[in-house]
């Protein structure tokens, strides 16, 4: 079955800092992996997806994950963390690719917590 | 693109009682979904929807639960004989049929649910 894990239940870093935000995933077949950002008592907003080409994808904010095929890695990254990126992260997997809902499989998110 | 609309935003009710959410997607998005996510969990698929067909539904998706498109366009989700356990928020999200998998889905910002 398809999934995704987020080891880290929260990550804290300090503006201006980087910051990467850890997800590894187990998947049949190519792996479709999507980054999405939920704010408090908001939806899921997308950041980004790779689905195939180069491993580093760029998203919106700044955001960019990095696919690494042998680690089943898709962590997130930005150079330098906002205070306003403070948020719950979730990383997901598309489900099987005979399943025609392509619906989507969250892992648990991560808390960011940018301090100033 | 007003983006996917949900409404109520939020729901406070007694248990035992029924309880229906509506759901506007994006204009022409032909695929459409229900999720419920839990605190502290990420999102977990519950049906999907593409056009006016209910093509998949989730084992979490109890025979309390039904979910309707009639005309392809809004959904409605409702639950009777609502139990603590239902208690948590509805998230619909919507994508076009173009591109298959590789195009993200747009989440609303959900109904919160709580049974009293």
């Known amino acids: 079955a398809q999934s995704v894990a987020q080891p880290e239940d929260q990550v804290n870093v300090a503006e201006g800092n980087p910051l990467t935000v850890k997800c590894t995933y187990s998947?049949?077949?190519?792996?479709?992996l999507f980054w999405y950002v939920q704010y408090p008592n908001r939806g899921l907003q997308f950041l980004l997806k790779y689905i195939t080409g180069d491993n580093l994808v760029k998203g919106s904010y700044g955001f960019e994950a990095e696919f690494n095929k042998s680690q089943t890695s898709f962590h997130l990254k930005k150079p330098s963390a906002l205070v306003s990126d403070s948020a719950l992260y979730f990383c997901?997997?598309?489900?099987?690719?005979?399943?025609?809902?392509?619906?989507?499989?969250f892992g648990s998110g991560t808390r960011l917590l940018v301090r100033p | 693109d007003t983006g996917v609309s949900q409404n109520p935003r939020h729901k406070i009710t007694k248990r035992g009682q029924n309880v229906t959410f509506r759901c506007d997607p994006i204009s022409e998005h032909n695929r459409l979904y229900w999720y419920r996510q839990t605190l502290g969990q990420g999102p977990e698929f519950l049906t999907y929807f593409q056009n006016e067909a209910q093509l998949e539904k989730s084992r979490l998706l109890s025979d309390r639960f039904s979910a309707e498109r009639p005309k392809g366009s809004f959904s409605t989700l409702e639950i009777q004989r609502t139990e603590q356990g239902d208690s948590a928020m509805y998230l619909c999200?919507?994508?076009?049929?173009?591109?298959?998998?590789?195009?993200?889905?747009?989440f609303g910002d959900g109904t919160r649910l709580s049974i009293l």
């Open positions: 998947v049949s077949g190519n792996p479709y």
């Open positions: 997901a997997v598309r489900d099987l690719p005979m399943d025609s809902s392509y619906k989507l499989i």
């Open positions: 999200a919507s994508s076009p049929e173009s591109g298959q998998a590789l195009q993200p889905q747009h």
